[in-house]
């Protein structure tokens, strides 16, 4: 397999790496995908049970592409014969001077979705009391939420990536990228030792493409890793059917000085998952595997949210994951340029958001590594040029 010439190499087989294979496979392209740990492990950003599928962003470059990934899922579902999307309504909520929850408002008039703006009265009738908004907040609520199950969706990319002919390899910690000697095209280089050659390459190393990137050409792109965790909390006893995924329970996103969000009870019967979106910076080799943050914020919203019914003293599971985080927490999708050129295209910086995205963000990368451009999606929020760097080589 050294010997072998891919057409495009993906490093990384988390959700983007692994969505990547499968549309570049699907296309015809001989595909690579390599992973540094065993494939579906917990060390990175792509494990555990559940993702928050929502349409609201304020920032309005989201729109097309999470529209178009709702259709994605249901498309790449169907080859596969399982369920990893589960539509639900979704809750957003704040103070209503919080300027997060007009730009929600005005992210729904401007794309045409329909919401409705509740008052505190008006999210207890419509949740039969199972949510507890403050006097001076208010709630938007609309259809476009949903949860998508992590690992069954990496799972499912893999999969279809292999039954359309691509190559699948663990274990191999790729250690550096560089030029082919005889000519064109690159050689990807493996800590054991192993190299591989491809046409092109696409780096989807989450928490660690900031040191990938680094080492293959001298760029320091602002990526930090972040470790975070995820909290299941016990739902009181006689009121577990409540929170369940299709009784109307909504995912969830609260705004204010801390933003915490949720889903509805799928992966753990009688569990809700809610937590807190931010962490603290680490060093992804040196994980500290460490506390969760904002726990006390998070415990007191818990328990004046949900009615008295959700045990708030303390979460029954917490479950560390790791984002790779931006300044302005827009995603990185370009090409990494210099004596690169177009050959390698780097998808980085999900920033605890992406997940939802996979598919369509598996495509764009395909396209760019493919074709040298995107068709029919305006890229320019997720450049590398707009954080003003330069080579230090």
Request: with cysteine; aromatic share 12%; hydrophobic share 35%.
């Amino acid at each position: 397999m050294e010997e072998s010439q891919f057409d495009v190499i993906i490093v990384g087989a988390g959700v983007m790496g692994s969505a990547t294979a499968y549309y570049a496979a699907k296309r015809g392209l001989k595909t690579l995908l390599l992973e540094q740990f065993d494939f579906l492990h917990h060390c990175g950003s792509s494990h555990g049970e559940s993702r928050t599928i929502r349409v609201t962003y304020i920032q309005k470059h989201y729109y097309p592409l999470v529209i178009e990934s709702y259709k994605l899922w249901q498309e790449v579902e169907a080859q596969m014969g399982y369920q990893v999307y589960f539509k639900a309504q979704h809750f957003d909520m704040g103070s209503s001077h919080d300027p997060t929850i007009r730009s929600v408002v005005d992210y729904c008039q401007t794309h045409a979705i329909p919401f409705q703006l509740l008052r505190p009265r008006q999210v207890a009738e419509k949740f039969d009391g199972r949510i507890n908004i403050p006097e001076d907040w208010v709630g938007v609520s609309n259809e476009y939420g949903g949860v998508i199950k992590p690992s069954k969706a990496v799972a499912m990319f893999q999969t279809l990536a292999y039954k359309n002919g691509a190559v699948l390899v663990d274990k191999t910690k790729v250690v550096d990228i560089k030029k082919s000697k005889e000519g064109e095209g690159l050689e990807v280089f493996s800590a054991s030792g192993k190299r591989f050659r491809g046409k092109k390459c696409v780096v989807t190393v989450g928490a660690w493409t900031q040191k990938l990137v680094k080492t293959v050409n001298g760029v320091e792109l602002p990526i930090v890793p972040v470790e975070t965790h995820v909290c299941y909390w016990r739902i009181k006893e006689g009121e577990e059917r409540k929170f369940e995924i299709g009784t109307g329970f909504p995912t969830f996103a609260s705004f204010g000085n801390t933003y915490i969000y949720g889903t509805p009870t799928l992966e753990f019967p009688g569990l809700i998952k809610v937590g807190v979106h931010g962490g603290n910076p680490c060093d992804p080799d040196k994980r500290p595997w460490g506390p969760a943050v904002m726990m006390e914020e998070l415990k007191k919203w818990v328990g004046e949210r949900f009615s008295g019914m959700v045990d708030s003293s303390e979460p029954v599971i917490k479950q560390s994951c790791m984002y790779s985080m931006t300044p302005d927490e827009d995603f990185v999708i370009d090409f990494l340029g210099g004596e690169f050129g177009k050959d390698i295209v780097i998808g980085g910086g999900f920033s605890g958001h992406g997940f939802k995205m996979a598919p369509v963000i598996g495509r764009i990368l395909t396209e760019l590594a493919a074709d040298g451009e995107a068709k029919r999606v305006d890229l320019k929020h997720f450049t590398i040029e707009r954080f003003k760097i330069t080579s230090k080589i």
